[in-house]
């Protein structure tokens, strides 16, 4: 018996289609690298017009995720759209090309494919070094998870940008920027600021914060 051809791949969307199934191939055996799918995000300016939990310009991510949850070719088909330029359709009824990832490496490109594809069933974020540079910022002398103290349980923050668009952006800008901040009794004071410059750091505490319900 002859053994089965093997598919031919011919021009760039086929060597496109070969890697990403090469990924779906191999990222089951393979942990998610959380912070740098969300450098590689920042990098190639997805977060101008998406965020993991609101609606930008373009869908939440979680949404994205839910919208390819279960299909066959969910890691093909969402590689394709962030390689290849696809269309990409607005609110208002207009269509642009998908801005395209900016790396060639395929791993890289795999492994943000499989964070978003991910979400929300596991966690969108490093759990662990969040909460290393919240302790290293002493953002716990004011705040905890689930309880009051100073400032608002991280819990009631997440409630508070629930559905907000622009929520990631607020809050990244309120603990790098040193906003002012109200207490019970009417004062304010500046908040602290973040004591890290490394922007990928920052927004792994953002969604961190944000994902907390």
């Not at 496109?16 to 990098?43: E, H, K, P, W, Y």
């Not at 943000?112 to 662990?128: E, F, G, S």
């Not at 998870?145 to 009631?156: L, Q």
Request: charged fraction near 25%.
């Amino acid at each position: 018996m002859k053994a089965a051809a093997k598919p031919v791949w011919k021009g760039p969307l086929g060597a496109v289609a070969l890697m990403a199934g090469m990924f779906v191939a191999s990222s089951n055996c393979v942990a998610l690298d959380v912070i740098a799918a969300q450098t590689l995000a920042r990098q190639s300016g997805c977060l101008e017009c998406h965020s993991i939990y609101q609606k930008k310009a373009g869908p939440a991510w979680k949404d994205v995720a839910a919208k390819y949850h279960g299909g066959a070719a969910a890691s093909q088909s969402l590689y394709s759209h962030v390689t290849t330029g696809r269309k990409a359709r607005f609110d208002d009824g207009h269509e642009e090309d998908h801005p395209i990832v900016k790396t060639g490496d395929p791993k890289r490109i795999g492994n943000l494919v499989d964070w978003i594809l991910a979400l929300p069933v596991a966690a969108p974020v490093d759990v662990k070094a969040a909460e290393t540079l919240a302790r290293q910022s002493r953002c716990m002398k004011c705040h905890a998870v689930d309880v009051k103290k100073e400032g608002p349980a991280w819990k009631d923050v997440a409630a508070k940008y629930l559905g907000s668009v622009g929520a990631d952006d607020r809050l990244y800008l309120h603990v790098t920027t040193g906003r002012k901040a109200r207490f019970d009794d009417g004062h304010e004071e500046d908040h602290p600021i973040i004591k890290t410059g490394d922007r990928d750091r920052i927004n792994n505490l953002v969604n961190w914060v944000l994902s907390l319900r």
